[in-house]
């Protein structure tokens, strides 16, 4: 196997005079739930431009099922689920990339019903912050394969292994839009 990231590079003067920091979820304890869900609030007067995500967990049976900032942008979320049968304790931890908003930022998104979503920014917004993954619920045994943006920075591509439960509704590929 082999990991591929991706990244959405800005302007760090153009970051730092909008107050820009990583700001992580800090009240999220070790635990052996077989699901945990986790979130970053950005400081009073910022937004999340993007969200990260980490598992502390070892022997590597612990995978994410989402990651992405929230409808108004205040927050970013995380969820992660354990293999089933693994007990060991474990946590996942959300990361909210937050500055003062550019002013022309907004949350879009596309529901699917299989374990691929794809979304692109509308008119000439640009991909800021690409994100998705399953609901705010235990998906089940499924984990995220990739959250990919495109090379022109408009479209995010996210993808979980199969099989997503039912009761979740599907999942989303979801984007932080800005000029």
């Not at 995010?156 to 999942?171: A, F, H, K, R, Y």
Request: charged fraction near 15%.
């Amino acid at each position: 196997w082999r990991v591929v990231a991706w990244a959405i590079c800005a302007d760090r003067t153009f970051l730092d005079a909008r107050g820009y920091d990583i700001v992580p979820d800090t009240n999220h304890p070790l635990s052996s739930a077989t699901f945990q869900q986790s979130a970053a609030v950005c400081p009073a007067g910022t937004v999340a431009y993007s969200a990260g995500a980490n598992i502390e967990s070892p022997n590597g049976h612990v995978g994410l099922q989402l990651n992405r900032t929230s409808g108004p942008q205040d927050i970013s979320r995380a969820t992660a689920r354990e293999d089933t049968g693994w007990t060991g304790s474990w946590k996942v931890r959300s990361y909210a990339v937050c500055a003062q908003s550019s002013g022309s930022m907004h949350v879009e998104g596309t529901i699917a019903p299989g374990a691929q979503a794809e979304h692109r920014c509308g008119g000439s917004y640009q991909l800021h912050g690409p994100g998705g993954g399953g609901g705010l619920t235990d998906g089940g045994p499924a984990w995220l394969t990739r959250i990919q943006p495109d090379l022109l920075h408009k479209e995010v591509t996210v993808q979980l292994t199969e099989p997503l439960l039912p009761s979740i509704g599907g999942m989303v590929a979801h984007a932080t839009c800005a000029f």
